[in-house]
């Protein structure tokens, strides 16, 4: 399992970068401290985690850093 930080401010999420369908297990048994659910911003290459993503325009998640336009990342090339 490939492991990365939140990138938000003040956030201590890992998110656990799996191929494994629903997220690795142990990342899952512990949702205060990993997320299996992140997005990835394109503008500032930014990761973050499903709680960090709270603002929405056109009910499309936009970075907290950028406001640029949050999207799933591909699992594949990160684990390349």
């Keep these: 399992m ?4 939140c990138s938000r401010r003040g956030c201590d999420r890992l998110l656990s ?3 494994v369908p629903g997220g690795n297990p ?3 048994n512990d949702p ?3 997320a299996v ?3 990835h911003c394109a503008s500032c290459r930014a990761y973050f985690c499903d709680r ?3 603002r929405r325009v056109l009910r499309r998640p936009v970075c907290v850093s950028c406001a640029g336009v949050l999207a799933k990342p591909d699992i594949d ?3 390349n």
């Design 37 to 39: 659910v992140f997005w």
């Design 17 to 19: 970068v799996s191929r």
């Design 52 to 54: 960090c993503v709270t």
């Design 26 to 28: 142990v990342a899952r």
């Design 2 to 5: 490939a492991v990365m930080m």
């Design 77 to 79: 090339a990160l684990l």
């Design 32 to 34: 205060e401290h990993w």
